[in-house]
C-alpha cells in the first residue's frame, strides 16, 4: 500500500476523518450552529482595499473571513503577434494558489477551470470594444483559501478592473451559496463545501440587472432554484455597493 | 470557427425569430438523434451517438480501487473528454484542450452531484466493494468524432447510454479478520451486473441567438449566440447541474425561464433516449 | 507460449498462419471533413479524416511545387485494454505520429494545380486498438484520401506479418504482437509494385525474412483488392446519386 496514506504513522488523519464524519453528520440535522457563528443568510464581512500592488495598472485586495485574494490588472496592452486580428478588446485571466493557501502544504499550481470561469464572469462586463487589438492580463493569487474562492476572485477582480480604468458597463459581484438537505447556506467555508450536498454560484450586476456566470451542482427542485438565486442576487446587490463605496474611498483619498 | 456573411447571419436571425430554422427545424426541436451500443468491445459499455452530424462516443471502464481516505463509503468516477483532430483541423495538437477541460468540467458538474456525493447521477455507493478498502473506479470517456454544434448535450446522452450499457462484473469478497488492508477479491468471468441509471440526467442546451433560445444549436448556429445555458436535469424533472456559457449578461427571468423550458425539452429528449436505448439492447440482441 | 497450435496449425484465434483477419472499410464517416473513412482490422479500429487541399497555415512550412502532407495520429483512451493513465502528451505517440507523417510525405507527393492550396491534413483517430494498427491507420488513411478526392499515383497499403513458433504469421494481432517476436511492417504501392514503407525491430535470418515481407506484401496486395472493391462501390453509388 505505498500509495494510500499509512495510517498507523499519522493519528491525526483518523482523527480529522472522525472530526470530518461528525461534521457531516451534524450537517445533516436540521438546524446547527456555523463554525464561525454566523447564521445560515449571513456573509462574512468583506475588507475590501484597491491599489495593493503599485507596478499593476489596477489591483485590489479582499479579504472574506480568512479567504485572502489579491488580483492584479495589467494593459491593455497590444495582443501578442500570433493571435489573429480582433476588433475587440482581449482578456486573459490567471487564477493561481499560493502553497501555503490550504492547511495541507499545496503544489501552488494554476487553476484552469477557475480561469476560464473567472474570464467568462468578466466578459459580459467589460466593454471590449474600447480597446481593439489589446489584451488585458488578469492574474488572481489566492493568498489564503477558505472557501468561496471563486466569487471572491471574480469580486476582486471586477474592483481590480475598475481599478486599473478599464471601462465597464458595471461591477460584477458573485457569491455562492451551498445546499445542505433542505437548508440554504450562504458564503460557505471550505468546511462547509467539502460537505455539500449542492452548491450554487452567482456572478451579477446589479444595474444592469444581468447574470454574467451562473453554475450550479447536484440535485434542485425549481422552487429551491428560485430561492437559492434570490438571496444570491440580494448579497450581490449589497457585495457590489461595498465595492463601490470602496471604489469612492479611494477617490477621495487622492483628492484629500 | 464557422465565418458567416452578413446575409447568411441575417437569414438565420430571421428564420429563428419565425420559429424556422435554416434546417427546417422549429426552435426547440432537436436534430434526429441515433445511437449504436457495445462499438467499443474492450470497454464495459460504450456507445455512439449521433447528432445530425455531430458524433461522438463515450466508453465506460471499471477498474478495482481504492476509495479515498475521507470518503470511505464511496466509489470514484473520472470523466475525462478529448476532442479528436478527425472532428476538425482546430483540434490538432493542443488546439482541442480548452473545449475538452471545458466540456469535462461541464459534465462533471452536471453527472457528479455535490461535494458530499448528493444528487449524483450515479449512486456513488453502490460502487463500494468493501467499506475503505475496495471499490470500482468508473472511468468515463468520452471522444468527439465529428464536431457540429451541442456537443455537451450529445455527450451526455452518449454517457448516459453508455451506462445503461454497462456490466459489471460481480465481485465476492472474501472477509479476512486477520489481514486488514488486504482483502481477496473474487472477479466473476460470467455474471455482469447493470448499473442503474435511471437517475442519470440528460443535458439540455438552450443558446440564446438574438431575443430567441433554441435547442441544439449547430455550430453555425452557435457562432451566433450571445450565451447559453446548459442545464442538466432527471427523469424527475430535477435540475441536478447547470452551466452559463457565453460572456453576454442574461437577466435572472429570463435565466428562470430557460430553466424551466429545458425542463419541458428535457422530457422528450429523455423519451427518445429511453426508446433508442431499448431499440438498441434488441439490435444487439438479435446481433449476438 | 504456443502461437501455433502444433496439433491443428491454427492459431490462437483460430486462423491459419496466412490468413488474414477481416478488414472492412467505410467511406464518408463523417460529414464535417472533406474525405474521411473507417477501416477495421479484426478488433482494430481507426477513423481517418482528410482536411485540405487548403491554404498553408503556417507559411514557413510551405514547400514550392508541392503540397505540404501533414499527419496526426492520436489514440482514444479507451482504445487499448487498459485504460492509459497519462491522458495526453504521451511522447510514444507524439514521436509515432511524426513517423506517420513523415511517411505519408513520401507517399503522397502530389503537386497541385491550385497556386494556394497547398497543404492536406490527415487526421488519424484510433479507436480500438488489438496489433496492426499502424497498418490499419495507412489503409484508412489512402480510403480517406481517395474520398477527398486527392490525385494519387496509387493507392497505397499496408500489412504486417510476423514470424513466431517458426512460422511465418499474417497480420498479428494483439497477443501475437506482444509476443516480442519480429514484426514485419510493409507498406506497398500496388500496382507501381514499389515499397513504401519497410519496418522491422528484431533479429531475423535473411532468408527468413524473405518469406515473412513475401508474406506481408501479399497481405498488401489481398488489402488493395478489397479497398479497390470499395471505392468502386462508393463511386457507382455515388453516380447512382447523380442519377446520370
Redesign the interface.
Known amino acids: 500500500m505505498a500509495s494510500g496514506p499509512l495510517e498507523t504513522y499519522s493519528p491525526s488523519q483518523t482523527l480529522e476523518r472522525r472530526h470530518q464524519q461528525q461534521k457531516r453528520k451534524s450537517f445533516n440535522e436540521i438546524d446547527w450552529a456555523r463554525s464561525d457563528g454566523r447564521n445560515f443568510h449571513q456573509c462574512r464581512p468583506a475588507y475590501l482595499r484597491t491599489g495593493a500592488t503599485s507596478s499593476a495598472s489596477g489591483s485590489a485586495y479582499a479579504e472574506f473571513g480568512s479567504t485572502k485574494v489579491i488580483v492584479s490588472v495589467f494593459g491593455p496592452r497590444e495582443s501578442k503577434k500570433a493571435m489573429m486580428y480582433s476588433d475587440v478588446g482581449r482578456l486573459n485571466c490567471n487564477v493561481s494558489y499560493t502553497t501555503f493557501s490550504t492547511s495541507t502544504r499545496g503544489q501552488g499550481s494554476d487553476n484552469k477551470d477557475f480561469s476560464s470561469m473567472l474570464q467568462k464572469a468578466l466578459e459580459g462586463a467589460i466593454i471590449l470594444e474600447t480597446f481593439p487589438k489589446t489584451t488585458v492580463d488578469i492574474f488572481a493569487l489566492v493568498l489564503e483559501s477558505a472557501g468561496g474562492d471563486l466569487p471572491i476572485i471574480i469580486s476582486c477582480a471586477s474592483l481590480a478592473l475598475a481599478d486599473a480604468g478599464i471601462m465597464m458597463y458595471d461591477l460584477v459581484s458573485a457569491v455562492s451559496l451551498s445546499c445542505f438537505g433542505k437548508n440554504l447556506v450562504i458564503d460557505p467555508t471550505s468546511e462547509e463545501e467539502a460537505c455539500q450536498d449542492g452548491s450554487l454560484m452567482i456572478a451579477y450586476m446589479p444595474i444592469r440587472n444581468e447574470v454574467t456566470q451562473f453554475t450550479l451542482t447536484g440535485e434542485w427542485s425549481t422552487a429551491k432554484i428560485n430561492e437559492a438565486m434570490e438571496l444570491c442576487l440580494e448579497a450581490c446587490s449589497k457585495l457590489s455597493n461595498i465595492l463601490r463605496s470602496c471604489l469612492k474611498e479611494n477617490v477621495l483619498g487622492f483628492t484629500d | 470557427m464557422v465565418g458567416l456573411s452578413a446575409g447568411e447571419k441575417q437569414f438565420m436571425h430571421g428564420g429563428i425569430a419565425q420559429d424556422l430554422r435554416s434546417d427546417g427545424r422549429q426552435r426547440l426541436q432537436f436534430r434526429p438523434i441515433s445511437i449504436q451500443t457495445g462499438v467499443i468491445p474492450q470497454a464495459n459499455g460504450s456507445a455512439r451517438v449521433t447528432l445530425g452530424t455531430t458524433v461522438v462516443i463515450a466508453s465506460i471502464k471499471a477498474e478495482l480501487g481504492k476509495p479515498a481516505p475521507l470518503r470511505p463509503d464511496k466509489g470514484k468516477v473520472v470523466i475525462f473528454i478529448d476532442c479528436s483532430p478527425t472532428a476538425g483541423p482546430m483540434f490538432e495538437g493542443r488546439g482541442g484542450e480548452e473545449l475538452s477541460s471545458e466540456l469535462s468540467v461541464g459534465l462533471q458538474r452536471c453527472l457528479l452531484g455535490g461535494k458530499s456525493g448528493a444528487g449524483a447521477g450515479i449512486d456513488l455507493s453502490s460502487l463500494v466493494l468493501a467499506e475503505g478498502k475496495i471499490c470500482w473506479d468508473l472511468y468515463i470517456d468520452g471522444l468527439v468524432i465529428s464536431s457540429d454544434g451541442n456537443l455537451l448535450d450529445a455527450l451526455a446522452a452518449a454517457i448516459k447510454v453508455a451506462l445503461s450499457n454497462t456490466g459489471i462484473p460481480k465481485v465476492s469478497v472474501i472477509v479476512e479478520a486477520s489481514a486488514e488492508d488486504q482483502l481477496e477479491v473474487n472477479v466473476s468471468d460470467e455474471e455482469f451486473l447493470q448499473f442503474d441509471t435511471s437517475g442519470v440526467p440528460v443535458i439540455v442546451t438552450l443558446t440564446k441567438v438574438g431575443r430567441h433560445y433554441i435547442a441544439d444549436a449547430t455550430s453555425e448556429e452557435e457562432s451566433q449566440m450571445s450565451s447559453a445555458v446548459s442545464v442538466s436535469v432527471n427523469r424527475h424533472g430535477r435540475v441536478c447541474g447547470l452551466t452559463k456559457r457565453g460572456g453576454a449578461g442574461l437577466d435572472p427571468s429570463v435565466m428562470l425561464d430557460m430553466i424551466s423550458v429545458a425542463k419541458h425539452a428535457s422530457e422528450n429528449l429523455i423519451a427518445v433516449l429511453d426508446s433508442e436505448i431499448a431499440a438498441a439492447e434488441a439490435a444487439e440482441d438479435d446481433g449476438s | 507460449m504456443e502461437y501455433v497450435s502444433s496439433l491443428t496449425g491454427f492459431r490462437f484465434d483460430g486462423r491459419r498462419p496466412n490468413e488474414m483477419r477481416q478488414i472492412r472499410g467505410e467511406i464518408g464517416v463523417?460529414?464535417?471533413?472533406d474525405g474521411?473513412a473507417l477501416f477495421e482490422m479484426g478488433?482494430t479500429k481507426v477513423?481517418?479524416?482528410v482536411?485540405g487541399p487548403r491554404e498553408v497555415?503556417n507559411k514557413s512550412q510551405q514547400i514550392d511545387n508541392q503540397a505540404l502532407v501533414r499527419c496526426?495520429y492520436?489514440m482514444?483512451?479507451?482504445?487499448?485494454?487498459d485504460?492509459a493513465r497519462k491522458?495526453?502528451g504521451d511522447r510514444n505517440i507524439i514521436s509515432y505520429s511524426a513517423d506517420h507523417g513523415s511517411k505519408y510525405i513520401n507517399t503522397f507527393d502530389a503537386s497541385f494545380s491550385g497556386k494556394n492550396l497547398k497543404q492536406i491534413?490527415i487526421?488519424?483517430?484510433v479507436?480500438?486498438a488489438?496489433g496492426g494498427t499502424r497498418s490499419a491507420c495507412i489503409n484508412a488513411a489512402t480510403l480517406a484520401l481517395a474520398d477527398a478526392g486527392i490525385p494519387m499515383r496509387d493507392i497505397v497499403t499496408s500489412c504486417s506479418a510476423g514470424y513466431l513458433c517458426s512460422t511465418p504469421l499474417l497480420d498479428l494481432n494483439y497477443v501475437e504482437d506482444s509476443a516480442g517476436g519480429p514484426d514485419v511492417t510493409v507498406g506497398l504501392l500496388v500496382k507501381m509494385d514499389k515499397m513504401t514503407l519497410l519496418q522491422m525491430d528484431a533479429k531475423l535470418p535473411a532468408e527468413i525474412f524473405t518469406d515473412v515481407m513475401q508474406l506481408a506484401i501479399e497481405g498488401c496486395k489481398a488489402i488493395a483488392s478489397y479497398i479497390r472493391e470499395v471505392l468502386l462501390e462508393n463511386t457507382k453509388t455515388l453516380e447512382c446519386m447523380r442519377g446520370s
Open positions: 463523417l460529414a464535417k471533413a474521411s478488433n477513423i481517418a479524416a482536411f497555415q496526426e492520436s482514444a483512451n479507451f482504445s487499448t485494454g485504460r491522458p495526453k491534413d487526421f488519424l483517430q479507436l480500438q488489438d
